[in-house]
């Protein structure tokens, strides 16, 4: 039976995560269970629970000997995501500050691979992201009687990438709503990521994320969508597909992001790597009423 419940917030460039340690296995239960999408959802809720992009769980593994620890992330609507880009920023920044992996890399399995990150000051965290499948590009879309023209990637995740003059211009939570549901996306939807190209190696990315169904400040997996088919669209110089060169990624929160990729002849990508600013937000531990509501105790 599941007594306290201590959590630690942080933010990834205003990606925000409320991480929860379950390496002694108290959590299993709930984790395994339809459950969790009721307690994601509850402590996700901005005004009612603690208010998040989502909830990621801390896991011990010996599942592979070059893994240090196991993750497991859940959306604001409950729903489990393979991966996480500002999460597992933020998670790793957990992790090592607790000292928990010991230092130098971290090698986090998610449920979309392996996922390699360090911190690379005191606040910023270089994540590596499995290798991205799936490219498409120059796809025609209508929704609501309006033409786009996007690209497509896998990130772990999938993402939808559209170019727009201004983001500033955009209805976000309109047309990234239908986008996100667009048939050529089915049955699951995609994240939709409006990019604005500021010179060269340089965008502004707004994000409708899938799981939140909201617009976020900033999104991990498509930024580093965004920035490698903006880099290959555009043609950019061949530094910012070489790791020369990072491509610099405003969000929505302010804060800029850097996004290294490699492409190579037959259009595969490697090293897709991210950095991010983390932030500690707060720690505590959970009311007794909130965590009965979340844990489905609460008898109303």
Known sequence: MIADIDFIKLSGSGNDFICIDNRDG??????????????????????????????????????????????????PDGSEAELC??????FIYWVTNNGWTGDGEVHVLTAAGVVRGQRTDTRYVRVCLPLPE??????ELTVDGRNWNCDY???????????????????????GRLLRHHERFAPRGANVNFVQVIGEGEIAVRTFE??????TL????????????????????????????PVRIRARSGDVLKVWATLH???????????????????????????????????G
């Open 218 to 245: 900033a999104c991990g997996t498509g930024s580093a969508a965004a920035a490698i088919l903006a880099a290959r669209r555009f043609n950019w110089p061949r530094k910012y597909l070489t790791e020369a060169e």
């Open 26 to 75: 108290r959590f299993d239960g709930l984790v395994s269970s339809g459950e969790v999408g009721h307690f994601a959802r509850t402590l996700c809720h901005r005004g009612m629970g603690i208010g998040a992009d989502g909830i990621v769980f801390a896991e011990s593994t010996d599942i592979l000997p070059e893994v240090n620890i196991f993750s497991r992330f859940f959306e």
């Open 265 to 299: 002849d037959d259009g595969t990508f490697t090293d897709v790597c991210l950095e991010t600013l983390v932030r500690g937000v707060c720690s505590g531990r959970l009311d007794p009423e909130l965590a009965a509501e979340a844990l489905g105790r609460g008898g």
């Open 134 to 139: 799936d490219m498409a590009t120059d796809l």
């Open 85 to 90: 880009g500002n999460g597992a920023a933020c």
């Open 153 to 175: 990637l896998l990130v772990g995740v999938p993402h939808a990438v559209t170019y727009v003059p201004d983001v500033e211009d955009i209805e976000v939570s309109h047309w």
């Open 210 to 215: 899938f799981g939140v169904e909201a617009e």
